[in-house]
C-alpha cells in the first residue's frame, strides 16, 4: 500500500487524475471503476478539463459504478448513475459514451439476479484495470458495511445508520429520505481489479484512514482488506491523515519511489 499525504483535497485528486490518464494513455480502451460521493469530484473536475483541453479521451473506455441506491427515483439527482452521467458523460464531460458507463439497477423487479449478472460481467473482464474508491467514516468501501464478508461478490446490502446520516446531506438534509437499501459491488469484486487508488479528504475520514493502514484487517473496517492488494494507492490529505502514527514514514517513502 503506498500512501501519498497532500496538502489538500485538490492536489490529491489531482494526483488521481494523473493515474487514471496514465492508465488511458498506455491503453485507451480501459476499463475504469468509478466511485460516487463528493470525494472524487476534483478528480473528475480535473478529467473534464484535461478533456477540454484536448488532453485526455475516455471515448475508448469502459466505466463501471461500485453501487447504486435501491429504488430510488430513475431521475432523481443521487441515483448514481445520474451522478456519473453528469460528472463523465453529459455535454461530452470526458468523452466516456453514457452506454459504456455501467452501472447497477437498483429498480430491477430482481435485484438478486442484477447483482449477479453486474457481477459476472466484472468477473468476465478479469476486473477492472484501475478502481477508483472513497471510504466511508464508517470504514466501507463501495456500499460495503462493517460486518460483511470480505469475500463478498456483488450483493445487496442495508446501509448502516451512520452511512444514511453522512448521505442525508445529498437528500436535503434528511435522513428519512436517504434510502435504506442498495447494490454495491463485492469486496471480492473490488479485490479483482488490477490497481486500486482509494481517495480520502477531511477530518472525517480520519479513523478510517487509520484503520484502513494501520488497523488490523477486519470485518469491522471493511477497507482493512485492501492492505491485502499488491496495488493499491491511498491519496489523502493533511486532515485525513491526521491520525497516521507512521505519517513521516509514509512520506518519506512517497518521496523517495
Ligand atoms: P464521500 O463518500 O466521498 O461522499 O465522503 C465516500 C463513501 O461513502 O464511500
Request: proline residues 3%.
Amino acid at each position: 500500500m503506498q500512501i501519498g499525504i497532500f496538502e489538500n483535497a485538490e492536489q490529491a485528486g489531482q494526483k488521481a487524475a494523473e493515474m487514471i490518464a496514465q492508465v488511458v494513455g498506455d491503453n485507451p480502451q480501459a476499463i475504469l471503476g468509478v466511485a460516487t460521493g463528493s470525494t472524487p469530484d476534483p478528480l473528475y473536475a480535473q478529467l473534464r478539463s484535461w478533456h477540454k483541453d484536448g488532453k485526455l479521451d475516455l471515448s475508448a473506455c469502459q466505466a463501471y459504478a461500485l453501487d447504486e441506491y435501491v429504488g430510488i427515483a430513475v431521475d432523481h439527482p443521487e441515483r448514481y448513475r445520474n451522478v456519473l452521467l453528469k460528472n463523465l458523460v453529459w455535454e461530452n464531460a470526458t468523452g466516456l459514451k453514457a452506454e459504456n458507463l455501467h452501472t447497477l439497477d437498483g429498480n430491477s423487479t430482481d435485484l438478486a439476479q442484477a447483482a449477479q449478472s453486474y457481477d459476472s460481467e466484472i468477473q468476465a473482464l478479469g476486473g477492472v484495470d484501475i478502481q477508483i474508491l472513497g471510504i466511508g467514516s464508517d470504514g466501507h468501501i463501495a456500499f460495503n458495511e462493517p460486518g460483511g464478508s470480505l469475500t463478498s461478490r456483488t450483493h445487496i446490502e442495508v446501509l448502516t445508520e451512520q452511512t444514511r446520516k453522512d448521505n442525508a446531506r445529498f437528500f436535503n438534509d434528511d435522513i428519512d429520505q436517504v434510502p435504506t437499501h442498495c447494490l454495491t459491488q463485492g469486496m471480492g469484486t473490488i479485490m479483482s481489479a488490477k490497481a486500486i487508488v482509494l481517495l480520502a479528504t477531511g477530518a472525517g475520514k480520519a479513523q478510517a484512514v487509520k484503520q484502513l493502514c494501520e488497523g488490523a484487517v477486519s470485518a469491522f473496517w471493511p477497507a482493512t482488506i485492501l492492505q491485502m492488494h499488491n496495488n493499491v494507492t491511498v491519496l489523502v490529505d493533511e486532515a485525513a491523515a491526521s491520525k497516521l502514527e507512521l505519517k513521516e514514514y509514509y512520506c518519506e517513502r512517497w518521496s523517495k519511489l
